[in-house]
Each structure stands twice: as structure tokens, then as C-alpha cells.
């Protein structure tokens, strides 16, 4: 059973649009956090959230954790080739400061093109 | 944040034998994690392995088609054992950062014919 439901799967836009992937679950997680893929690469953390409610900006991407810490947003403004990748968003159960095992979204591939 | 040497990169395997998957931690962590990524999907956890004590499996894994190894603090291998075609993924090793993330080996893609 997948704990974390990613919508769209696949995404492909032109440079320069905004776009919004979401990330549910009915379980709460302590942290959410969200990551990118390229091929032959890991995943490599591009954002942790850990209040419900909490919004974090990084450059042209806007992170959301909801209210009851079971859902989350990842939004891209002016979308640029280089945001292409496999974006996966992933829930840790546990308490805070101590390692416990994160179970990862389905995942949402985004395509930008020019 | 810690830095993760993986290997091989890629391989290819003959169904029926194993391969060893191997990662190597810069600074020394408590637990590792070991996923598997199958093709066009996203990951699951395999296991967690502790220095010192048996490695902690997930559901539909087990000891015998997956023994790991975590003889010290800074290393850890996979074996996938008996491989059949099904089997063909991407293997990844992660630790916990300081920061509250984690931090991903490179993976391993393996396809068995």
C-alpha cells in the first residue's frame, strides 16, 4: 500500500509556465520533505518541512506542508529546462533528531521544454 | 553533509548468480538504508542496516534473497542474491543528514538477462 499519493505522474510544460505537484496521504508525518531525481543520479533533498501549516521558498520554488501534516505542495514559477526531473516527496515517521525510515511518493516526472 | 560513494555504477548479471552492491560513508552514521528503485517508479525501502546487529527488513524483503552486511560505522554492502530478471533496478544506499534530510548514494542500476 502506497502511503503517498503524488498527482500529476507526468508532467510536461514549456519554459517560463508554473506549475503545482501535490503529495497526499491520510497518515501524519513528523517531516515531509521533497526531492529531485536526475537519471543516473540519486535523489538529491531539495526541501524538509515539519510544522503544519509551514510554507518554505527556495528561488522559484514554493514548498507547502498542510495543517494536519498529512499533505504537501511543491509549486515551480517560470518553470526553466533545468527543472526537469523526477520529484518525489517523502514522509518520516518519528520523533525529531533521531534517523527513522522515510516512505517516498509515487512520484510526479516533470518535463520542461523551451 | 556526508558523502556517499557507491558501487558499481551499473552491471550486468546472469540470472541464477549475485551481486554485491557496496557504499562508503565520508563520517561515521548509525544507520543506512538500502532501497530499490524499479524502473520508472519510485523508491522503496529494502532494509536498515545497524553497525553491530542484524539489518531490519521490510515487508516482501528477506535475509536470504538480500543478506547486508554493516561490519563499521562508515560502510555497508547489498547482496542480491539469485537473481532473476525481475530483479533488474536501481539499488540505493541513503544515510540521515544533520540538517534532517538524506543524503543518496548514486544507485546502482542492474539489469539481469
Known amino acids: 500500500t502506497q502511503l503517498l499519493e503524488q498527482s500529476p505522474q507526468f508532467l510536461s510544460i514549456q519554459e517560463g509556465e508554473n506549475l503545482t505537484v501535490y503529495c497526499n496521504s491520510s497518515s501524519v508525518f513528523s517531516s515531509l520533505q521533497w526531492y529531485r531525481q536526475e537519471p543516473g543520479e540519486g535523489p538529491v533533498l531539495l526541501v524538509t518541512?515539519?510544522?503544519?501549516?509551514e510554507v518554505k521558498k527556495l528561488k522559484r520554488l514554493t514548498f507547502q506542508f498542510g495543517d494536519a501534516r498529512k499533505d504537501s505542495s511543491l509549486h515551480i514559477t517560470a518553470a526553466q529546462p533545468g527543472d526537469t526531473g523526477l520529484y518525489l516527496c517523502a514522509g518520516e515517521m518519528g520523533n525529531t533528531g533521531t534517523a527513522s525510515k522515510l516512505t517516498f511518493g509515487t512520484g510526479t516526472r516533470l518535463q520542461v521544454t523551451l | 553533509s556526508a558523502v556517499i560513494s557507491q558501487k558499481p555504477s551499473r552491471d550486468i548479471c546472469q540470472r541464477g548468480t549475485s551481486l554485491t552492491i557496496q557504499c562508503q560513508v565520508d563520517s561515521q552514521v548509525t544507520m543506512m538504508f538500502w532501497y530499490r528503485q524499479q524502473p520508472g517508479q519510485s523508491l522503496t525501502l529494502i532494509a536498515t542496516a545497524n553497525q553491530g546487529s542484524e539489518a531490519t527488513y521490510e515487508s516482501g524483503f528477506v535475509i536470504d534473497k538480500f543478506p547486508i552486511s554493516r561490519p563499521n560505522l562508515t560502510f555497508s554492502t547489498l547482496t542480491v542474491s539469485n537473481m532473476s530478471p525481475e530483479d533488474s533496478s536501481i539499488y540505493l544506499c541513503s544515510v540521515e543528514g544533520s540538517w534532517g534530510g538524506y543524503t543518496f548514494g548514486s544507485g546502482t542500476r542492474l539489469t539481469v538477462v
Open positions: 518541512v515539519v510544522t503544519g501549516g
